[in-house]
């Protein structure tokens, strides 16, 4: 179909983005409690990368990955496109950000690439929870860390900022909700916007 998606399979998108967009929220929620709960490290890393790997899958939605075969990528960007209006979205929102998508998707090869390097000093291999300036510290080597207070996760060295991501998975799950209240049609943001003022 010319716009990506077929008005009588809307609903399925907006099954699917209420269940990826639950999901990343459920775990965010479950990050918090664990983090007040002063749960071990290695629980709260696990909950946080677990969110954010619902949170790429929701983003694929929106900017789907090349695909090779040509038909399917139009498609496939014709529906980011059409998901995307529905939604709100530009190339503006935190989703849109590839970086931390691709490394959780490349975790494997990009380990090989992490212990590959020549490093010297200290070397993080567990879990860790704590200031993000640990990083800072070219001896220092942190496989997994997250930062509570900056809402940050490091992967293999790198900061991803997960604070705005947060909200834009809640605004997301609540868009998807209304639309499936509504008979399961993507509906424009604006639409939405509208309603709300009657």
Excluded: C
């Excluded at 014709?78 to 998901?83: F, N, T, V, Y």
Aim: net charge negative; hydrophobic share 40%.
């Amino acid at each position: 179909k010319e716009d990506g998606i077929m008005s009588i399979y809307e609903a399925f998108y907006i099954e699917a983005i209420i269940y990826s967009s639950g999901r990343a929220r459920d775990a965010f929620v479950r990050f918090e409690k664990a983090l007040t709960e002063a749960k071990d490290a290695d629980t709260i890393v696990a909950i946080a990368h677990e969110a954010l790997t619902h949170v790429g899958g929701l983003s694929r939605f929106f900017w789907p990955s090349y695909n090779k075969d040509v038909r399917k990528n139009e498609i496939q960007k014709a529906r980011g496109k059409k998901l995307r209006m529905a939604f709100g979205l530009d190339d503006n929102s935190p989703l849109f950000d590839r970086n931390l998508r691709n490394r959780l998707e490349h975790f494997d090869e990009d380990l090989d690439d992490f212990l590959l390097q020549d490093k010297v000093g200290m070397f993080y291999p567990s879990s860790v929870i704590g200031s993000v300036s640990l990083i800072d510290n070219a001896l220092n080597s942190i496989f997994r860390l997250v930062d509570p207070e900056e809402d940050i996760f490091v992967l293999l060295g790198e900061k991803y900022s997960f604070g705005p991501l947060r909200k834009s998975v809640v605004d997301v799950l609540e868009k998807a909700q209304r639309m499936n209240k509504e008979g399961g049609i993507l509906r424009r943001d604006s639409l939405f916007k509208e309603s709300q003022k009657l």
